[in-house]
T-cell receptor, first 116, second 112 residues
Framework: EPEVTQTPSHQVTQMGQEVILRCVPI?????FYWYRQILGQKVEFLVS????????KSEIFDDQFSVERPDGSNFTLKIRSTKLEDSAMYFC??????????????FGPGTRLTVL | AQSVSQHNHHVILSEAASLELGCNYS??????LFWYVQYPGQHLQLLLK??????LVKGIKGFEAEFIKSKFSFNLRKPSVQWSDTAEYFC??????????FGKGNQVVVIP
């Protein structure tokens, strides 16, 4: 069964450094997402992406964050200058999302980001 | 504020016991409802979903959930749990656009 994959599984970085988290969505899916879960808190929506542009973003997704689909398979989340409070598990998800049809988001295993 | 609520964040029960996890949401209008499960060391997996139709939905591994619109609830049930059901369970609601709103999760431990 096709799965969403994410790399790396763990990332440790110094405050102020840039990080790029990588995801490979399910191959025929059209919508891509990033969520994060700070330890002990809820899974929170960050951004959704469709047709090479952001379709929706949350208030968390400020100018420090960006997303990109650099090629036909990868979907990346970049944090330009990491802060301590960016430490979290970051989940990528994808969905088929046919227009007007309810769909299911399938999640990757997550990248644990630790900012020191 | 609009939210998804899950109570009893830590649940400990014995094998063969029945499990019910509550989920309440405060979003109006059309919603799509999901339960995801995260087994230790694994990623979020879809357990079951409700989009429309029969409010009693059956998922994998013997789980079911009932959508009660008047109560804004989507409770998860399993009549007889197994040790392998030890996991964290998340209720999620899709409303409006594409974003999912998650509850805080229920950590379920099944004692053999």
């Amino acid at each position: 069964e096709p799965e969403v994959t994410q790399t790396p599984s763990h990332q440790v970085t110094q405050m102020g450094q840039e990080v790029i988290l990588r995801c490979v969505p399910i191959s025929n899916h059209l919508y891509f997402y990033w969520y994060r879960q700070i330890l002990g808190q809820k899974v929170e929506f960050l951004v959704s992406f469709y047709n090479n542009e952001i379709s929706e973003k949350s208030e968390i997704f400020d100018d420090q964050f960006s997303v990109e689909r650099p090629d036909g398979s990868n979907f990346t989340l970049k944090i330009r200058s990491t802060k301590l409070e960016d430490s979290a598990m970051y989940f990528c998800a994808s969905s088929l999302q046919l227009a007007g049809v309810a769909d299911t988001q399938y999640f990757g295993p997550g990248t644990r980001l630790t900012v020191l | 504020a609009q939210s998804v609520s899950q109570h009893n964040h830590h649940v400990i029960l014995s094998e063969a016991a029945s499990l019910e996890l509550g989920c309440n949401y405060s979003y109006g209008g059309t919603v799509n409802l999901f339960w995801y499960v995260q087994y230790p060391g694994q990623h979020l997996q879809l357990l079951l979903k409700y989009f429309s139709g029969d409010p009693l939905v059956k998922g994998i591994k013997g789980f079911e959930a009932e959508f009660i619109k008047s109560k804004f609830s989507f409770n998860l049930r399993k009549p007889s749990v197994q040790w392998s059901d030890t996991a964290e369970y998340f209720c999620a609601v899709k409303h409006g656009n594409n974003r999912l709103a998650f509850g805080k999760g229920n950590q379920v431990v099944v004692i053999p």
